[in-house]
């Protein structure tokens, strides 16, 4: 897994820019919380998308939660932690949180 760690609210900017060229993943954790860390395990685990074609944005919520209401503000979704958002075409195509995070169907809506 090739995290790309998201710590800037700028790069807002870039993910938006390159959702139009291909699909592109949030991944949001707390890493307060044992269920967030699970999550990111099993997405660690069962994660085989080339980074190329479908890149994966890191937002450690705990230390970046403006960044984390920003995304929530730019995409109209609701803020949950962990939660995994797939953007394409500048908009929200999936989003999901808790145990209901599903790397498949992500895929499927990519």
Known sequence: MNWIQLTDAAQL???VK???VHPVAI???STRCSVSS???K???RDWNVDSDKLPVYFLDLIAYRRISNEIA???DITHESPQLILIKDGK???HSSHSE???DQMLKAA
């Open 42 to 44: 099993t997405l660690e």
């Open 38 to 40: 699970m999550v990111k």
């Open 73 to 75: 503000d730019l995409f």
């Open 18 to 20: 390159e959702s139009h």
């Open 27 to 29: 991944f949001k954790h």
């Open 101 to 103: 995070i599903d790397f």
């Open 13 to 15: 900017d870039g993910i």
């Open 92 to 94: 929200a195509i999936y």
